[in-house]
Nanobody
Framework: QVQLVESGGGLVQAGGSLRLSCAVSGRTFNTMGWFRQAPGKERDFVAV????????YYADSVKGRFTISRDNAKNTVYLQMNSLKPEDTAVYYC????????????????????WGQGTQVTVSS
């Protein structure tokens, strides 16, 4: 049974940092990503990483501030978030799928097969 468990969310002041973790159990996945959803908005793509971590891709809104990484030995994906802004406030979800990493469709939540329960990130101004 596949299970994704996120941790690391919380309340932080603007300009601060947080590190999210997502531990995956049950099997390994080629592609691991992060999405976020603010109240009343759609779930948006944040970042994605390939199995060997040779390929990463970010939403323009977080490029240069967020870094996605993974530890395949621990079957865990991370999201280091620096220079946080109030507009980063959202529930953050990790998501995975087993297909080869591909740019096509990576921004779409429908491309991912399994999801975590989400972790709240709140950035105060």
């Amino acid at each position: 049974q596949v299970q994704l468990v996120e941790s690391g969310g919380g309340l932080v002041q603007a300009g601060g940092s947080l590190r999210l973790s997502c531990a995956v159990s049950g099997r390994t996945f080629n592609t691991m990503g992060w999405f976020r959803q603010a109240p009343g908005k759609e779930r948006d793509f944040v970042a994605v990483i390939s199995w060997g971590a040779g390929s990463t891709y970010y939403a323009d809104s977080v490029k240069g501030r967020f870094t996605i990484s993974r530890d395949n030995a621990k079957n865990t994906v991370y999201l280091q978030m620096n220079s946080l802004k109030p507009e980063d406030t959202a529930v953050y979800y990790c998501a995975v799928h087993g297909r080869p990493f591909a740019l096509a469709g990576m921004r779409s939540p429908r491309s991912y097969d399994y999801w975590g329960q989400g972790t709240q990130v709140t950035v105060s101004s």
